[in-house]
């Protein structure tokens, strides 16, 4: 496997690949990765003649300066994993090679970022469109592949890549979760072992309402629902829980409302922040 700390190194691996007609499958990530990113390179490895991943804590799509300091960083095991996982070649730049300068573009998704993780985080999906962005021009990807454990931006990129006319498709990969149904994640390495032990809450609070929505039918009951059964852990401090539509993320609130229904959570639990979303309908 090869690793990659320049964009000129990657942009002439990619050239050589293309100019042999090899498609890139491609997976950005900000490394500690575990079975969620490695699925994510299974499905890039076999859907394409060549895998690359980029391993990155890219620090404009953080509002938060404590959370980006504390983001777990792992490169020698990260590359470990993905040599076993069959990944071709990684980029692995600093922030001088990606950011030489303060970037000054700002891109703005409306409405699509107006809700849950973009009303909760300003700046934040600014800052992945603008990593996303400078990455797929590296990379030159025939496809790319993001986890639906982040819906939000996976319909962002979506959004970007349309508009934009990137010649890349974009392809989503289901959640892969832990045996307790917790969402598996970069952020759960910095759970203490009694807050992963409350963990799995979240998961059950989303099927909880998703039960009570099919059910009863009205989205504010539900969410009161699951709310409720929330509140019994106090470790957890609510941040919010919608049901929305899956392609526009607005809020549905009945059944009827929408052809796809989502529910997406977002909490604190101790110092960390965890987000987790399930198909309703
Ligand atoms: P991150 O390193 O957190 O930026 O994630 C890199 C990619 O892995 C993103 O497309 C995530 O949506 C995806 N991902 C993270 N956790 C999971 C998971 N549990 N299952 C599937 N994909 C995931």
Redo the contacts with the bound molecule.
């Keep these: 496997m090869q690793v990659f700390k320049t964009i000129q190194e990657v942009r002439s691996w990619a050239r050589r690949r293309q100019n042999a007609s090899k498609s890139i499958g491609f997976?950005?990530?900000?490394?500690?990765?575990?079975?969620?990113?490695l699925?994510?390179v299974r499905c890039a490895k076999q859907n394409n003649d060549g895998c690359i991943a980029s391993?990155f804590v890219?620090p404009t799509q953080f509002n938060n300066a404590e959370d980006l300091k504390n983001y777990p960083r792992t490169l020698e095991n990260d590359l470990r994993k993905l040599e076993s996982a069959g990944c071709d070649a990684v980029f692995a730049p600093d922030a001088e090679q990606m950011y030489s300068r303060k970037p000054r573009l700002q891109i703005n998704f409306g409405a699509l970022e107006e809700v849950m993780e973009g009303a909760f985080r300003p700046g934040h999906f600014n800052g992945v469109a603008l990593v996303v962005s400078k990455l797929f021009h590296i990379v030159s990807p025939a496809r790319a592949?993001?986890?639906?454990?982040?819906f939000q931006?996976?319909a962002v990129i979506r959004c970007m890549t349309k508009d934009l006319s990137f010649d890349t498709e974009i392809v989503g990969?289901?959640?892969?979760?832990e045996e307790d149904g917790l969402?598996?994640?970069?952020?759960n390495l910095r759970l203490t072992p009694a807050e992963r032990g409350i963990a799995p809450a979240v998961y059950q609070s989303l099927q909880a309402c998703r039960d009570h929505f099919l059910k009863f039918g009205q989205a504010k009951e539900a969410v009161a629902h699951a709310r409720a059964l929330l509140k019994r852990h106090p470790e957890i401090t609510f941040e919010y829980l919608e049901l929305v539509d899956a392609e526009t993320l607005q809020p549905v609130a009945e059944p009827d409302d929408a052809a796809h229904v989502q529910a997406c959570i977002a909490v604190h639990l101790g110092q960390v922040r965890l987000i987790d979303n399930i198909s309703v309908k």
Excluded: C, W
């Design positions: 997976v950005p990530t900000m490394g500690a990765l575990h079975e969620g990113h699925s994510l391993i890219n592949y993001f986890g639906e454990k982040d931006q996976l990969v289901p959640t892969v979760r969402a598996m994640s970069s952020r």
